[in-house]
Structure formats: structure tokens, C-alpha cells
């Protein structure tokens, strides 16, 4: 087993602070993707849409998406449990993942994609589209605030990928100029809290 | 239980289809979108994202996220399976539907969100961005035929929600003008498998 690993990109962090939670170790391997290694034949051929992490299985097979891979190894090593417990709790916390991946990393990264400079020349950016994901991701983060005004974690009781996905936003977000505001007393609660577990140094 | 639907909206078409195949019946009430019912307080106390599907258990849990909702039908009828049958299946499953859902759904609703008359006045369009959208969605089906030729189903020999969420991106693709080209036959060969079972009038 490998993990292709990007050290500076925010999807991968995923799956580190994941592997971290569970106590897991994989074998690694990093892609710069600030040179273009993930845009190298060699690469396209593990992830032909050219996104890192990939973890490539000891049969060959090459596993891309963050969440993906997680999922992987939620079911190959159930504890500690990060994405649910039963079915409905299996269902609340694929709600809140998604929930802070497209209604938070969703709008980060795509203010990152339209507006800053490691993107110029790579992809097509509009500008004026960056400016309503920053926006919006500002909104976000003022709504999240009163959902954790009732719960200590994105998902209930319990520390999940949720945390994962929302944690990694927001430390994200900063690099384009979203930030928890002052006012937002339960997000940083919640914010210092799973900021101070090991696994958020992945 | 009771499942908050919209007719006209891609997101609960996905559910929808996820049942038909299952062959669980819901008890369903309509939301009417064009309407604004998805904004008045009765539904965002439901869903204070002001989404559809939501869908009310026994409990009085609601659960959003037309994936999540799908998930939890997964977990409590698991035949025949629509999201993997191992951990390696159901994680390659999971990385198929995501990309449907990232690579191709998503630059579909992007485009309709940020150029069609339905969404002028609701959000801030940027149709320059819409462009954008419309352009990447385009490069993704050609993409997806290239997958395609090797294996019947998005996500290898067997139908899955990664087939789901594709279908449902492909017909609302109609919209915005993104289409299945002539020469994509594999797409094309796929397109007629997945529309022609019954799910599909779902």
C-alpha cells in the first residue's frame, strides 16, 4: 500500500488527519503539485483527472478522492468509528460531511481556484465568481457558528470526518481571507478544540 | 417516515431512482421550489439550507443530502447494493460517485445557477462563470466515454449510485446545453442501458 501525498494542498490533509484519528500508518510518497508532478503522465495514469491523494492498494488498484479513501479504511479498521456508528448515524454524518465539504470547502476552494495567483495561467478564473465563494464561505462560517452553539462536534457527541473536512476549510480559508470572526464564540470553541487534538498536525 | 421531494430538481430525482432500484416506497410530499416553499420557516426548520430531498424519520430526525439519505436506505435494505459490497468496492464505488458528483453534477449546476432565468434575482450569477461550467461539463462527458468503453456501469460491472448521480447529471445537462456527443458511443451505449430500466421514470 501507498499514499500519494501532496503536503501543501488541503484534500490530502484530509486523509492524513484521518489516518492520524485512527492510529494508521501508510507508506508515503509526495506529488508537488506546485511543479506539475500530478499533471505527469506517470501520474495520470494512477488518477487520469490529475487530484491528489491516491492510495494505491497492494493489488494495484488506485483509489482517488479523499473521502473515498477514508471510507476505505473506516471499513478496514472500524475504530475508532469516524463516520457513524448505525444507520441513521451513518446518515447524519455523510449530511454533515457533505455539508461542510459543499457548503464550506466547497466555497474556500473555490475562491482559491478563481482569485489567487498559484492558479493563474492553470485553469480559467473568474474573479467575480471567487468573490461570491468568499463571500459565501463568510456566510457559512457565521451558520455553522449557531449549529455549534447546541453540540460540541460538526456531527453530535462525536468527532468525525465531518470535523475533518471543516477543520481543514477553515485553516484553508485563511490563504484567501475567511476567517472565524470574533463574534463566532462556539466555532472557535469548537475550532480550538479540534485544532488541539495530535492528528490536526498531519 | 416521510420524504420532502421536489419533482423538477436533479438532487431528488437521485433519490428517487436510489428507491425505485431499491424497491423501498416512501411516503412523499412535494416541496414546490419555483414557489419559494423551500424558503418558508416550516422548511428551514426541517432543512436550514433550504434543500430538497429531506427526509423525516420516525423520530423526527431529518436527514438532507440526497447522498446521505440514500445512504441510510443502504444501511437498513442493503439488497441489491447500490453503494459496494466490500471495503475496496464500496470505496471505488465511493470515488466513482464523486467524481459523477464533483467532476460532472456539479459544473451541469453550476452552469444552470450561474446563467439560467430561474436562479436571476435568487443568487448572485456570475455568467462568465456559467461559461466556465458549461465548458468543463462538456470535457467530462468525453472523459466519462473514454471510461466508459472499457465496462458496462460508471463504477465497473455493476449498477451503482455513481450510475445514479451520472444519469441525473447527463438528463439535467439538457438544460444548459450540455449533451452527449454522437461520436461518445460509449456514453451513448451507457446512457441507453441506465434510461431504459425502470428506476429511470422515477
Redesign the interface.
Known amino acids: 500500500m501507498l499514499l500519494y501525498d501532496s503536503k501543501l494542498a488541503p484534500n490530502p490533509r484530509r486523509v492524513r488527519i484521518f489516518l492520524a484519528e485512527k492510529g494508521i500508518v501508510v507508506p508515503t510518497v509526495q506529488v508537488d503539485i506546485a511543479r506539475g508532478e500530478s499533471r505527469e503522465p506517470s501520474f495520470l495514469a494512477r488518477n487520469?483527472?490529475g487530484g491528489t491523494p491516491v492510495l494505491e492498494?497492494d493489488?494495484g488498484?488506485h483509489?482517488?478522492?479523499s473521502?473515498?479513501?477514508c471510507?476505505?479504511f473506516e471499513?478496514?479498521q472500524p475504530e475508532p468509528p469516524l463516520m457513524g456508528t448505525?444507520?441513521?448515524d451513518?446518515?447524519?454524518v455523510?449530511?454533515w460531511q457533505?455539508?461542510m465539504e459543499l457548503?464550506l470547502f466547497r466555497w474556500v476552494t473555490g475562491c482559491f481556484q478563481?482569485t489567487h495567483a498559484f492558479f493563474a495561467g492553470r485553469i480559467?478564473q473568474?474573479p467575480?465568481?471567487g468573490e461570491?465563494c468568499r463571500k459565501t464561505a463568510r456566510d457559512r462560517l457565521a451558520?455553522l457558528d449557531g449549529?455549534l452553539a447546541g453540540r460540541p462536534f460538526v456531527a453530535g457527541e462525536r468527532y468525525t470526518i465531518a470535523d475533518v473536512t471543516a477543520l481543514v476549510a477553515v485553516d484553508f480559508g485563511r490563504v484567501v481571507d475567511v476567517r472565524i470572526a470574533p463574534e463566532q464564540k462556539h466555532l472557535m470553541r469548537w475550532y480550538e478544540a479540534v485544532s488541539s487534538r495530535p492528528s490536526a498536525k498531519a
Chains 1, 2 share one sequence.
Open positions: 487520469p483527472l492498494l493489488d488498484t483509489l482517488a478522492e473521502v473515498a479513501i471510507r476505505y471499513e478496514t448505525d444507520a441513521r451513518r446518515a447524519l455523510e449530511m457533505r455539508r457548503e478563481n480559467e473568474v467575480a465568481y461570491v451558520w449549529e
